[in-house]
């Protein structure tokens, strides 16, 4: 037959009810009563100290199959399963089974007085329990004893609780083991507490696990995380959270160390076969742990899998991870709930979650509300808000106040939320500080707060700093703030090292410089690296009779990048490229739209394009535009289209502004055509 266990759990109220749903469900290791009741963080760790009652392993009518102790026989189950809970509760507990049991107790069964005693006890009879379950230990019964431990604690006698527990723990009950290591732990005794948990761990108890995790992980011993994953494995809800947040805070510091770059553009990264491969690893186990806790009601396993999730795309399954986790009461997941839907274009159940998670005090859903309804037009409404960060505790409240002054030209009133938060640690605020004094001109009082910002890790203040010293001509220190910002991925200090280890000549440091920066988006970035690139390739020769054109190089793709972002010097290079293939359509696309922004050269170029398909009136339009920017060849085109036309007078006038913009060749040219014109015109 199969007996009933004499696993135990601890109860956070010291009320016995009825299991859990998720325990009755067939839960490894699930104690007979349970269910923990008033859990207001939703883990499966008891409170210390208190312990479920367990049955007994017989039955009423039956004198074969009690737990024995001090030399008696302990029988077991068929199967060899030792002490595990019992799973026919609801069948016991009825009027007449307990009468059954109350009969065959009063005829000095014991394995019914152990039934019958466990059976009072849970339902809180502790004056009829007592006599039945010391009868019942009086007579070997081990998880008796463990039973009388239990109630000794309800009527608050821990001592003589702890002396039944050893006896039940020498008679090899692992809840009774645990019960007892539990006990030594609250007086201090680690020694003992270890060596109590230890024994019910290595029975396979997964509280007696659990909690000798716990200790170990108290005292930052390694072994731990092998207690948490038998924990784990036996299905206990709060080991499984707390493995998956062990592992996945050390995948994060694991991807962190590695420091990936990213890919250039357009190119792909290799296998990673080191530590960022192992880390993703530990992030797919801890995923895995996560959703076990996370199935089993753990509201913060459901916002932690549905962080995971998020990060890689799966959104739809991250968000029903977040919305179980919202609806158990979990505010930080109906925050991320909110932005899930708020990126997905749904602002008005964004809003719904956001509201409910500020209500319940989380600042970052406040500071969202605000968000939304500065960006709404609404400053008073989101000022209420950012408030109300504040009240919350985050800091973030009043640098968003800051923001909000600043945007209203409120300076006096940013500056004040601006100190608030970066007294109280906020990076950005400070450097945002930092800002509003300098531009008010207080230089001395801004570099202290860019110093505090950028020390603090802010990308923003390490490159504010680094344009302080380039206006003091510090160059040296300068480059040591764009490096560190440019380490960071700072765009645009990633320009300015380029920039100057080029002048330095050091090529390769810039190329990688200008690389970065290019990819992050600077169109002058993706300029200077063409250049860089362009001057390394060895000067076309003329294209062979039927020679196919030739595929773009790797610079003619970053020429046509920042051309594409509107760099007027790209333009042009592209349209020469362009015109060098023959292709003058795309030519004169990309040479107008560097003459409509400005560029004079593009002008100067449209304007031979068009001349060279006859169309001279637009041409010396374009020409005109590009000499009035200082172009001298566009000056010496425009006198020698005069001369042609007879306009002597006109002529002469272009070909002194020729000779004063330069250079050199078409100085001389213009000085002779001038004089030409001058003996035309006193003939």
């Given at each position: 037959m199969e007996f009933m266990g004499d696993r135990t759990t601890l109860l956070e109220t010291g009320r016995f009810v009825r299991p859990h749903a998720d325990q009755a469900a067939g839960a490894p290791n699930a104690a007979l009563p349970a269910a923990l009741t008033g859990r207001a963080d939703l883990t499966a760790e008891p409170e210390p100290g208190r312990t479920a009652v367990v049955p007994p392993r017989g039955t009423a009518g039956h004198g074969h199959g009690r737990d024995t102790i001090g030399g008696r026989t302990d029988s077991r189950t068929t199967s060899g399963a030792g002490d595990t809970a019992g799973a026919n509760v609801d069948v016991v507990?009825?009027?007449?089974?307990?009468a059954r049991h109350r009969r065959a107790a009063d005829a000095g069964d014991t394995a019914a007085m152990s039934m019958l005693g466990s059976m009072l006890l849970r339902r809180g009879d502790l004056d009829g329990a007592e006599p039945y379950l010391r009868g019942a230990t009086a007579a070997g019964d081990r998880a008796a004893a463990n039973n009388l431990g239990v109630l000794l604690h309800q009527r608050g006698h821990p001592d003589e609780a702890a002396g039944w527990w050893r006896i039940a723990a020498v008679a090899g009950s692992a809840a009774a083991a645990h019960a007892l290591g539990?006990?030594?732990?609250?007086?201090?005794?680690e020694t003992a507490a270890e060596y109590w948990l230890r024994q019910s761990a290595e029975q396979g108890h997964a509280l007696?696990?659990?909690?000798l995790a716990d200790l170990l992980e108290h005292r930052s011993d390694v072994g731990a995380e092998r207690w948490l994953r038998a924990a784990a494995e036996q299905g206990h809800r709060e080991a499984s959270y707390r493995l998956a947040r062990m592992l996945d805070l050390r995948a994060a510091d694991e991807t962190a160390r590695a420091g990936a770059p990213s890919p250039s553009p357009g190119r792909t990264a290799g296998p990673d076969t080191g530590t960022g491969a192992r880390a993703l690893s530990g992030l797919d186990e801890a995923a895995q742990w996560y959703r076990q806790a996370a199935a089993r009601g753990h509201r913060r396993a459901a916002l932690h899998l549905g962080a995971i999730l998020e990060k890689r795309g799966e959104l739809k399954e991250a968000g029903r991870w977040y919305l179980t986790s919202a609806?158990?009461?979990e505010t930080r997941a109906a925050c991320a709930l909110g932005f899930l839907l708020r990126d997905a274009g749904d602002e008005e159940s964004a809003a719904v979650w956001w509201l409910r998670a500020a209500q319940e005090g989380d600042g970052n859903a406040a500071n969202a509300l605000g968000a939304l309804h500065a960006a709404r037009g609404e400053p008073q409404t989101a000022e209420r808000w950012y408030r109300a960060a504040m009240s919350a505790g985050d800091v973030n409240g009043a640098y968003n106040l800051g923001l909000l002054?600043?945007?209203q030209d409120r300076t006096a009133q940013a500056e004040q939320w601006y100190r608030q938060a970066a007294y109280a640690g906020h990076r950005e605020a400070a450097n945002a500080l930092a800002v509003l004094l300098l531009q008010a001109g207080d230089q001395v009082g801004a570099e202290p707060w860019f110093s505090k910002a950028a020390e603090a890790g802010s990308v923003d203040a390490a490159f504010n700093l680094g344009i302080l010293y380039v206006?003091?001509?510090?160059?040296?220190?300068?480059?040591?703030?764009y490096e560190r910002a440019a380490a960071a991925g700072h765009t645009e200090a990633a320009l300015q090292v380029g920039t100057a280890r080029l002048r330095e000549g050091d090529e390769q440091t810039a190329e990688r410089h200008l690389r970065c920066a290019a990819g992050g988006g600077s169109a002058e970035a993706a300029f200077r690296?063409?250049?860089?690139?362009d001057a390394r390739q060895p000067p076309p020769g003329p294209p062979a009779l039927g020679e196919t054109t030739a595929a773009k190089t790797e610079c003619e793709e970053w020429y046509e990048r920042a051309a594409e972002q509107g760099h007027r010097r790209a333009q042009v290079r592209v349209g020469m490229l362009a015109a060098g293939r023959g292709d003058v359509e795309s030519a004169a696309r990309w040479y107008r739209e560097a003459a409509e922004a400005g560029s004079r050269n593009g002008a100067f170029n449209l304007g031979l394009l068009l001349a060279r398909d006859g169309n001279e009136r637009e041409a010396a339009l374009w020409w005109t535009r590009a000499a009035h920017a200082g172009h001298g060849r566009a000056a010496l085109r425009l006198a020698l289209l005069a001369a042609r036309r007879g306009e002597l007078a006109e002529g002469k006038r272009w070909?002194?502004?020729?000779?004063?913009?330069?250079?050199?060749?078409?100085?001389e040219r213009a000085a002779r055509l001038r004089d030409a014109l001058h003996q035309e015109l006193t003939a």
């Open positions: 507990e009825t009027a007449g089974a307990e539990r006990h030594f732990r609250e007086r201090g005794d007696g696990a659990y909690a609806k158990d009461g002054c600043t945007a206006g003091r001509d510090d160059d040296r220190t300068a480059l040591k703030w690296l063409a250049t860089l690139l070909c002194a502004r020729a000779e004063e913009l330069g250079p050199s060749e078409v100085t």
